[in-house]
């Protein structure tokens, strides 16, 4: 199976890879002819499209020089210092996993709260889904600025913000995977006299799971996202946000393009983390995945 997927995956990459280069080449173009009409030295098109992929300041950069900026800022400086694309990436993670955390666990309360209270499923959930109509880039400096009033800063507000992004998913994804057990089962367990705590550990929990897991992995994702949204409005020095911000200050692309791969990266590990848990819960389970 790894073997049969291996081909496909590099052949991707590898469109991927082409795209990006004539892009770079395109994007690039006008600039880097500019330079060279300037400095009056003679040049053909191998040395323009040369100079495209090695600019210093690129509209567009090429995958290598993201590379080795990536190189530059996680192998050749240290881990804890502030130039280090890992000093930076831990301290985003910090603040998602807490927000994934807080998320995960108010998503299942609500969805625990939804399936047991018709009052709370007509007059809840409907508010749940509202929320996510506001766009985070417009509520992210509110929570900021409200939480800084009252003396909450550091890794707190950010982590609001990921728990804002990510229990939507497991809230709305539990509710379907409680409901999800058959009826007939359900009238067994009624047979049986079990309560509505032992239905839920017996029979509703267990058919949820893979249901919380596939949020799961939507909500680890929305967290990362919204710990970066996070980071902009507060003028941070620190994450991702903060090297985003940075580049874009300074216009610094290669160092902006450098931190989209690292947290794209993140995220993808992340979610693997989560299907990883995944195929281990279900295997104990004894469930077929």
């Known amino acids: 199976m790894v073997e049969g997927r291996t081909v496909p995956i590099l052949t991707v990459v590898a469109a991927i890879l082409a795209i990006w280069y004539l892009a770079a080449i395109g994007m690039n173009w006008q600039t880097e002819t500019d330079k060279l009409v300037r400095a009056g030295e003679a040049y053909g098109i ?6 495209t992929w090695s600019a210093e300041r690129p509209i567009l950069p090429a995958p290598h020089q993201i590379i080795a900026e990536i190189w530059k800022s996680t192998v050749l400086v240290k881990p804890t210092s502030p130039r280090s694309l890992l000093f930076h990436a831990w301290v ?58 009252v003396g909450v800063q550091g890794l707190l507000p ?3 913000i990921s728990t804002y992004l990510s ?8 509710v379907k995977g409680l409901r999800s057990p058959d009826a007939m089962l359900l009238d067994l367990m009624h047979t049986y006299s079990a309560s509505r ?14 249901f919380l897991f596939t949020s799961m992995k939507v909500a680890v994702a929305a967290a990362l996202v919204g710990a970066i949204v996070g980071e902009l409005p507060t003028g941070a020095v620190a994450g991702l946000g903060a090297r985003l911000l940075a580049g874009s200050y300074y216009g610094q692309t290669i160092q902006i393009w450098s931190a989209l791969v690292a947290a794209a990266v993140m995220a993808g590990v992340l979610v ?9 819960s279900l295997k104990r389970m004894g469930v077929q995945s």
């Open 272 to 280: 693997w983390l989560v299907g990883l848990g995944e195929r281990i």
């Open 197 to 210: 705590p032992q239905i839920l550990a017996k029979l509703r929990w267990p058919a949820s799971m893979p």
């Open 46 to 51: 191998a040395d323009t499209i040369a100079a």
């Open 92 to 149: 985003t993670l910090s603040s998602t996993l807490l927000g994934f955390v807080i998320g995960t666990a108010l998503g299942v309360a609500l969805a625990v709260g939804i399936l047991h209270s018709r009052t709370l499923d007509k007059s809840l959930m409907p508010w749940i889904i509202t929320s996510q109509t506001i766009p985070i880039l417009a509520i992210a400096p509110m929570i900021i600025v409200v939480l800084n009033a």
């Open 167 to 174: 229990f939507f998913p497991v809230a709305v994804g539990m």
């Open 158 to 160: 950010k982590a609001i």
